[in-house]
C-alpha cells in the first residue's frame, strides 16, 4: 500500500473514499462510516456531555504521503483551519523522499501524582515510601486488577519534595508510574490514586491535598526524526542547503525567543491536534503535555530542532510525551474513530503516538521552510480563497468559480470575494 496518491485533492469525497479503500486502507465497513457523514447516535451524543443541545460538525480530511517507520499510513484529520492538511502531506512528501520518518518510544507509561501536606518529617516520609514501593504496587494491583490482568500496573514509585518561595520542603509528592496499556488512562490511574491515598496517609502521618494523573507526561515520550537530501527544498529564489541552513537558523531562534517559541509551537499542534482529535483522544491532554515539556529547561523553547548534519542532509527531530490511547473514553463510543484507526494502519497505541509526533515534525517542516523562503502567506491565503466565497456567499459552482478570480485579483479579502460574486451573478 502506497500512500502517496496524485491529484487526490481533485477527485470528489466519494472518490477519494472508494480509492482509500481500493488502495487497501479501508474496510468495507470503515468505508461505509465515512460515506454516510451521520451525526452521532442521539443517545450517544445526550450522554458523552452534559446539557447536550445538538452536534457541531467538523470536516475530517487525510493527509497523504506519511511514511513511518517504513509503513505507508494515512493521516485522518479534524481541523476547522484550511492548509493544515496541505501542508502536513507536502511535509510529509519531503520527508518521504529522505525515506520517511523513524520514532522511538523512550517510555509508555502515565504519572499519577499523590500530593502530601503536613507530613512531619518529610525526609523520613520519602524513604519510608521507596521502601515500601513494593506494598504500594500490590495495594494497586488489587484496586484495579483489570490493567494487571492485561499486562500492566504500577511498574514503580517515585517520591518528589516540592519546596516553596524560601526553598523550604512543604509537600511530599508521590509518583505512581503505571503502564496503561492500550488506553490514555485518566480513569484507571486517578481508581489507583485513590486506593493507595489512605494506606500512604497512614504511614506518614500527613494528609493528602489530592491525587490525580500529570499530564505532563514525561514517561510516555516519544521522538520522530527524518533526514532530507537538500536538493528536496530548493525553490526558485533560493538553494536546497540555503533552505536547509534557514531551517536550522529559524529553530536556533526558537529556542531563544519564547514570542516565537510559542508559533513555533502552535504551527506542530496544528497537525497533532488534528489527529489526536480524530483519533478519539483527548486534545487538552496532548496540548498540556506538550508545553510543559516545552518549558522543561524553565525556559519556554521551540518543540522541534532542525540542523544541517556532516553529509549535508537535514536532519528533524521532535520529542514530545504523546500518551494516547486506542481503546476507552470517546475512542471507544465515537464510531468514526474505528475508520481513522483502519487509515492509521495502528494495532497499538505506541503505532498512533509515532505517527502523531510524526505529524508534528511534517508540519513543523513545511511551515518553516514557507516561513523562510515566500513567507506562510500566499500558500495560506489561496487555501483560505474557498472559505472567504463560502464567507461571501457562495454556494455550489459559483465556490470555484469566486475562488478562480480571487486567486488572481490583488487582494484576496472578504470584500473583493463579495465583488466577484456580483459580478458572476
Ligand atoms: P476509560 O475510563 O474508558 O478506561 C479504559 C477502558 O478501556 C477500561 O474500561 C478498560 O477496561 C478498557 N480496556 C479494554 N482493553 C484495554 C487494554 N488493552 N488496555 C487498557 N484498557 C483497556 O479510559 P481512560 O482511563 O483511558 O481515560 C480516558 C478519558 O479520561 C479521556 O476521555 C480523558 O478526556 C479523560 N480524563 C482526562 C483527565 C486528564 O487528562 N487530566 C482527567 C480525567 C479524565 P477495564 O475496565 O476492564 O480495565
Not at 499542534?269 to 496540548?287: F, Q, Y
Not at 484576496?412 to 470575494?417: G, K, V
Request: charged fraction near 20%; include cysteine.
Amino acid at each position: 500500500m502506497d500512500s502517496t496518491i496524485s491529484k487526490f485533492y481533485q477527485k470528489s469525497r466519494q472518490e477519494r473514499i472508494k480509492l482509500l479503500a481500493e488502495k487497501g486502507f479501508l474496510t468495507e465497513q470503515g468505508e461505509q462510516l465515512l460515506m454516510d457523514e451521520q451525526l452521532l447516535d442521539a443517545t450517544i451524543a445526550d450522554n458523552m456531555i452534559e446539557n447536550q443541545l445538538s452536534q457541531f460538525p467538523l470536516p475530517i480530511g487525510v493527509a497523504l504521503n506519511f511514511l513511518v517507520n517504513q509503513k505507508d499510513v494515512i493521516v485522518p484529520m479534524v481541523t476547522e483551519e484550511p492548509s493544515v492538511i496541505a501542508a502536513s502531506s507536502n511535509g510529509a512528501k519531503m520527508i518521504r523522499s529522505g525515506g520517511g520518518f523513524t520514532t522511538e518510544i523512550h517510555e509508555r507509561a502515565m504519572i499519577g501524582q499523590l500530593i502530601f501536606k503536613d507530613v512531619p518529617d518529610i525526609e523520613a516520609a520519602a524513604k519510608m515510601i521507596q521502601d515500601k514501593e513494593s506494598d504500594i504496587i500490590e495495594i494497586a494491583s488489587r484496586a484495579h486488577p483489570s490493567i494487571v490482568k492485561r499486562g500492566g500496573g504500577v511498574k514503580r514509585v517515585e517520591t518528589r519534595i516540592i519546596t516553596n518561595e524560601e526553598r523550604a520542603p512543604e509537600y511530599l509528592t508521590v509518583h505512581l508510574i503505571v503502564d496503561v496499556q492500550e488506553a490514555m488512562g485518566a480513569n484507571t490511574i486517578n481508581t489507583i490514586l485513590e486506593a493507595t491515598a489512605e494506606p500512604i496517609t497512614n504511614w506518614i502521618k500527613g494528609s493528602t491535598l489530592m491525587q490525580i494523573l500529570s499530564n505532563y507526561g514525561d514517561a510516555s515520550l516519544v521522538t520522530a526524526k527524518c533526514e532530507i537530501p537538500v536538493t528536496v527544498l530548493a525553490t526558485q529564489e533560493y538553494s536546497g542547503a540555503e533552505v536547509a541552513n534557514r531551517i536550522s537558523e529559524a529553530t536556533h531562534y526558537a529556542h531563544l525567543d519564547p514570542y516565537r517559541a510559542a508559533t513555533h509551537n502552535k504551527g506542530i499542534m496544528n497537525g497533532i491536534d488534528a489527529v489526536v482529535m480524530a483519533s478519539g483522544n483527548d486534545t487538552r491532554a496532548i496540548e498540556a503535555g506538550a508545553h510543559a515539556y516545552a518549558s522543561r529547561t524553565g525556559r519556554y523553547k521551540g518543540m522541534s530542532n532542525w540542523f544541517v548534519n556532516e553529509a549535508g542532509n537535514l536532519v528533524g527531530e521532535l520529542t514530545l510525551p504523546m500518551p494516547v490511547g486506542t481503546v476507552g473514553g470517546a475512542i471507544s463510543v465515537l464510531p468514526l474513530v474505528k475508520a481513522n484507526q483502519e487509515l492509521l494502519q495502528i494495532h497499538q497505541a505506541t503505532e498512533l503516538a509515532s505517527i502523531i509526533v510524526s505529524v508534528g515534525l511534517a508540519q513543523n517542516l513545511s511551515a518553516l521552510k514557507a516561513l523562510v523562503t515566500e513567507g506562510i502567506q500566499r500558500g495560506h491565503m489561496s487555501l483560505q480563497a474557498k472559505a472567504l466565497a463560502i464567507h461571501a456567499g457562495a454556494t455550489g459552482d459559483e465556490i470555484e468559480q469566486v475562488v478562480a478570480e480571487l486567486r488572481k485579483a490583488p487582494q484576496m479579502n472578504l470584500a473583493t470575494a463579495q465583488a466577484i460574486l456580483k459580478k458572476i451573478n
